[in-house]
């Protein structure tokens, strides 16, 4: 065997040493080592205390609170998880674990509201941060909420998600229910985060972005929900400020409901930032849609915007705020299959991104399955339950079990 060789098994067997699986459990009576499910941490911050670069953490349905583990000040608005470079936490277990996940589920809750005392103004200022951390650094499968801080828009930011020079990814996320004075759901800093499978619920900032705030930051947000978010002034969804010339990308995300307190559009803009909005719905917001300078395609904006694709009709969601497609909603196979980025293959809640209803005229772009604009992608052919429906479904199902005892029958007597 060459030195090469040996060389490369020493350098797997290294990396491997040192890649730990630790595991969280709320349920579990009293905390353990972690590195198994029934020897579980209590508290996800001991696991983020214990994880190296190249570690994974799993944990289990609950909530999880910054202020509780070894070493924190119970109460301390101050306290938050911290991300880490190389490190992957993934919620939606299980309680007791499992090797199935499933964050819609199983819901795990990372919660600002420290002294469970129904009072938002003395919860975690910041219940996520992450501070330099590289792509490598995962957050995935929780629900982010309860964070307030208040102050000045140079610091009073990111009650749910404070990105400082970070690039993480974070995926599969609820962030709901976040104050701050800018940017009350997610702040980032600089960095190019890649954000994907989000929903931005009830957020509100005193000032701008109640949803994200960016600043010069050169995101990429993928099939994400904005509803309900509110801002003091401009950016009811996203606030984009730029001090050098950047494009961040927003694609196949729809946002509705929001608002703005001031005109200035619910993705908001200032010069130096390019938005990229594409396969996007844009729809029954407060305070304006989309200020210049974006660039849209495929794209349903409430009183139009100049752009390739794009539509001003009504894209018809099941309700106010059930933000998915009814049947006959004119997103479906409306978008552009080039436009979604290479390895996505769902949608926001884990359906199949490029779905054909055969009734639907393809009036997108590319080879079928033609994907939806908006976060959701319509899944069966549209035709809605009725009471006929069911009564038809009934008899068919009455045959089937006439017809199953008959057979059984004449088995038994045969
Ligand atoms: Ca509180
Ligand atoms: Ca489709
Ligand atoms: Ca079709």
Redo the contacts with the bound molecule.
Sequence with gaps: MSSYYISLLLCIFTLSAHATVYYVDTAISSGGAGTSWATSFKYLQDALTAANSGDEIRVAQGTYYPDEGAGKTNNSQGETFTLKTGVAIYGGYPTGGSATRNWISNVTTLS????????????SNNVVKASSVAVSAILDGFTIR?G?ITGDCNSAIGAGILLSNSSPILNNLIITSNTAICGGGLYAFQGTPTLTNIMFLNNSSIEGGAGMYAYTSSYTLRNAIFRGNSAGTSGGGIFNYSTSAITPSIINVTMSGNSGATSGGVIYTTSGVTTLIKNSIIWGNTGGEISSPSVVTYSIVQGGYTGIGNLSVDPKFMSATDLRLQPTSPAIDAGNNSLVSSGITTDLIGNPRFYDVTTVADTGVGTAPIVDIGAYEMQAAPIPASVDNKLALFFVSLGILVMIGFSARTKLTG
Excluded: A, F, S
């Design positions: 600002g509201e420290i002294q469970q005392d129904g009072n938002l103004t003395n919860n309860d307030y």
